[in-house]
């Protein structure tokens, strides 16, 4: 059972432009989300993050977007570069006292020059 | 560098056999997390050590083992291999077992079990 989708398994953006990556859960008790962008051969590596106390959370070109009634995450890359292409995972976990992450099955980002 | 060593990167087998994974976790990390991805898929949650112990538990196969050393580095022990056991294993680790934290990941060890 999949608790964290991300419905789109691509994205291609101009360089410039924005770039915006869903992500979706089913578990009202996430209170806790990050987004991890992979490069090839590398693991992947910490973003950004959020708490279900919030709503918007920025950092510098990224921006993460939280609508808990719908039950979604966003990631906002504002503007895109091509060093942005990556694959991107959102995840969530439920309860302070404790850290397993659930995952999305990742979007691939290309930002084209 | 993350600071997450996993050996080896690549491995190739032939299925029936058993392979054990490394991975040392990040100087001062307790937990260490193991997550499997397989083609097209997110990473799946494994298992979860916590300064020895083990902490939580995923869907991981019986045939699949893992523990955690008292150096804490720890091993994943993955026996009776089928080639749907192909995948890209990560290790990662973090300071505690809770907390508003995020891991950080090594850099993988792909299996292609032939």
């Known amino acids: 059972d999949q608790q964290v989708k991300q419905n789109s398994p691509s994205l291609s953006v101009q360089e410039g432009r924005i770039s915006i990556l869903n992500c979706d859960y089913t578990?009202?008790?996430?209170?806790?989300f990050l987004w991890y962008k992979k490069y090839p051969a590398e693991g992947p590596t910490f973003l950004i993050s959020i708490s279900s106390i919030k709503d918007k959370n920025e950092d510098g070109r990224f921006t993460v977007f939280l609508n808990k009634s719908a039950k979604h995450l966003s990631l906002h890359i504002v503007p895109s570069q091509p060093g942005d292409s990556a694959v991107y995972f959102c995840a969530a976990k439920a309860g302070y006292n404790f850290n397993k992450f659930y995952f999305g099955s990742g979007t691939k980002l290309n930002v084209k020059p | 560098d993350s600071g997450v060593t996993q050996t080896p990167k690549h491995l190739i087998t032939a299925t029936g056999q058993r392979v054990t994974l490394r991975c040392s976790p990040r100087?001062?990390?307790?937990?260490v997390y193991w997550y499997q991805q397989s083609l097209d898929q997110g990473l799946q949650f494994l298992i979860q050590?916590?300064?020895?112990?083990?902490?939580a538990k995923g869907n991981i196969l019986e045939r699949f083992s893992a523990q955690q050393f008292p150096d804490l580095h720890s091993e994943l022990n993955l026996s009776s291999l089928e080639l749907g056991d192909s995948a890209l294993y990560f290790c990662?680790?973090?300071?505690?077992?809770?907390?508003?934290?995020?891991?950080?990941f090594g850099s993988g060890t792909r299996l292609t079990v032939v």
């Open positions: 578990n009202s008790m996430f209170d806790y």
């Open positions: 990662a680790s973090s300071t505690q077992t809770g907390g508003n934290v995020g891991y950080t």
């Open positions: 100087s001062g990390d307790l937990s």
């Open positions: 050590y916590y300064n020895g112990e083990e902490r």
